[in-house]
């Protein structure tokens, strides 16, 4: 008796017990992320000639001089053989996991890495105690608020120096790789494992480190208060690559040491692509604001309490890589927006209101989808995570994978400079600004409505990306629009300021596809 | 005639009332009754804790959240109860541009049983357990907070609750364990202390502490209570971000909540309950109210003799 007792009461705790079990078991929290599921890179082509491509700064590929390898016979170079061999010999789990990381490829794993920095930094500053607000100060990045916000035209122009300068260090590269043919090590020495794919391409000088020798000193120009992170990356990568047998140790320093001083000609033209003063002035704001108010139209006001002045209201003056500013003004920036007395401007307010008080759920994840607000590596950011998922895909060598980066983030970045430009220009303002009723379903950005960024932003990169990957060019042109209507979902800008975004957006995209079509890679 | 005390709190960027409408008290249904009612609430904070750091926003305003739930609790014995609740909430920020937000919000269901009761020195001590499980009824997004009406995580509790009384005074303390999923976000990447290449956020689990005491006798509760929850991991809210649903939410809140049977028509009773934070961090430093009516129904059709017997 005793015991069917206790039996009945095992049974009262022990199904409850399974139950929670099973159910924990369900609630499963294992994530697997995207970007470590990449295989390792394979290119389909070494693209051996890319030393004839045509480099965006450099004068030509030998500018910066690489010198000739040590003879694969001599003792230093057995040494460095050796520092392999002894890698390899006692792995650890970590070390595995790092060449496997770094296996995937260099452009792609450092456009991730610049994705998180600018998504770190994507914070507005908060304000001061008498309602101004301090701006970020490159020689003081630690202190608040930190240097940069990374906004959306700042993060362009980040992606595109990045991309631009990697690009011209890899055609150089891959000159002295061609003129030098020094083999990979596990090609000089058999009992070298590679544990990575193997591959004809010459090794000397390495294209891994001059990707983080480049990028490397790009990112602590352009986010100054992460060197120490940016630097234990440079340094992970290297070894990954040595110890994965692809590299020794006189690969990475000519590689790396190239990398560098391309960069040196990209934080040049930085210093002196008027960003720096983009920022502007509450005195600059007042000029564009009477300008609006002389054509007769309702300028701008930030809705932010306290106000803040709008964000970088002088980046549409900021030097351009694919049209200069004379073209940009007369061929691609769009035409005035609507009248804000017109029936057509009022007709669009109707309909974002509309937006604003009967989003569907599906619109709303649209809406969420596309928003790339604070805190996110911003709309150019995003056109970098759809590029890169799908240049995986395409076996592209690393040199033509820096190519591509590099027209798509020169497309984004004029793309910012345009609509920052017409921004300004127009000085139009928010729907929510003209009715006091339309509540947004994602932050409201603090400058000017017309034109779109996201609009403008995501038609350049349809535009390139399906000249990139033509079988893919419905699929970019369709998220662009996707991408252009979540601003309306979101109840944040009018049709014409969509429309009018895509419109231009193409036109810098063209300009991309122009550049394409002629740099030697084609 | 004490048959369901359910409080719902309406605490942090959402209203989290999916874990908070459990019934936390040490009081069961009698066998074949069924209590039911709806409820409001309301709750509001203007300042809140980005990670440890009380501000205000001045783009927010005062965040308010309304509640209307309807809850239940049925006694399949008088020791083995089940319970529900279902809450509409809806949102809206006082300044700013952000649209409140309006919904269905989880359904929560409970089990809980009186594992043991014993009269201990002119009192009784009653040990409970409850698990609880929650899920989103509607596809509300919990990646726009603090706009959000909740979560969207499915939240499997567990709860471990001692009671005693003695006379017509009580003290019950409890300890709850919960586990969540992961949730799903609209978009595909999002950054919390580094980037995360996923749509896929892993939410850290909570532990949760109860405590309540005060006057319990035929008609009447009144009780003080105190609440503590503690997510148990995650992390803080940067300079200037917005909130993250994978936040290290704390709170520690005070209040009181009463019930009255109505003394003309025992089934009917009406509860109300007062609660604000005391500390907290990741989450707004809300004070609220809310108030429900209930009607017991018995299925059984013999005559009580004592309706009372469950609770003391």
Known sequence: MLTIQKNNNMKKIFIPIILFTVLVNSCSKDIVENNLEFPALQPKSTDINAGIWKPILLTGPTEFPVAAPIAVTTPDYIAQINEIKTWQANLTKDEEAIVKYWSAGAVLRWNEILRQLVAKHNLPPYQNPDGTYPVPNANNPLAYPQFPFANPPYASRAYAYVAAAQYDALVAAWHYKKLYNRPAPYVTDVTVNALIPKTDLPSYPSEDATVAGVVGEMMKLLFPGDQDFIQQKVEEHKKARLIAGANVRSDLDAGEALGKAVAQKFVTRARGDRAGTAGGSLTIQSLFEQDCIARGEIPWISQENPKRPGMLMLFGRVKTWLFDSITMVTTIRPPAPPSTSSQKFKDELEEIRHFSTSITPEQRAIAHFWADGISTPTPPGHWNAIAAEDFVKQNFSEVRWARNMALLNMAMMDAAIVCWDAKYVYFNPRPSQMNNTIKTVTGLPNFPSYTSGHSTFSAAAATILGHIIPSNATKYTDMAKEASLSRMYAAIHYRSDCEKGLESGNKVGEYAKARARTDGAE | ?312
């Not at chain 2, 039911?36 to 440890?52: A, L, Q, V």
């Not at chain 2, 799903?184 to 005491?213: C, G, K, Q």
């Not at chain 2, 430093?285 to 009607?295: D, R």
């Open chain 2, 1 to 312: 005639m004490k048959k369901i005390f359910l409080i719902p709190i309406l605490i942090a960027f959402t209203s989290l009332a999916c874990l908070s409408q459990t019934d936390i008290d040490g009081i069961m249904m009698e066998k074949n009754a069924f209590c039911i009612g709806p409820m409001f609430g309301y709750s509001s904070w203007k300042n809140y804790w980005e990670g440890t750091l009380k501000r205000e926003n001045l783009n927010l305003g005062t965040l308010s959240t309304q509640m209307y739930s309807v809850m239940g609790n049925y006694g399949i014995t008088n020791k083995l109860n089940v319970l529900f609740g279902l809450p509409y909430v809806k949102t809206k920020a006082s300044a700013g541009q952000l649209n409140g937000q309006e919904g269905v919000q989880d359904l929560s269901l409970w089990v809980k049983w009186k594992a043991y009761s014993k009269k201990i020195a002119s009192g009784r001590l009653s040990l409970i357990a409850i698990g609880g499980y929650s899920f989103p009824i509607s596809d509300y997004t919990a990646d726009f907070l603090p706009m959000s009406i909740g979560l969207e995580s499915k939240n499997l509790s567990l709860r471990g609750m001692v009671d005693y009384q003695r006379g017509s005074w009580f003290g019950t303390v409890s300890g709850t364990y919960v586990v969540r999923s992961n949730v799903t976000l609209d978009r595909n990447s999002y950054y919390t202390t580094e980037m995360h290449y996923t749509n896929e956020v892993d939410m850290p689990d909570v532990a949760s502490f109860n405590i309540r005491a005060g006057y319990r006798d035929k008609g009447l509760i009144a009780e003080a209570v105190f609440d503590h929850w503690n997510t148990l991991g995650g992390f803080d809210i940067t300079r200037n971000n917005m909130p993250f649903p994978s936040n290290e939410m704390d709170i520690s809140r005070i209040g009181f909540n009463f019930k009255y049977d109505m003394p003309f028509h025992p089934q009917l009773s009406i509860t109300g309950n007062v609660m604000t934070t005391i500390s907290g961090r990741n989450v707004g430093q809300a004070t609220g109210y809310n108030a429900g009516i209930f009607y017991v129904i018995d299925f059984t059709k013999k005559k009580k003799t004592d309706a009372d017997d469950s609770k003391k």
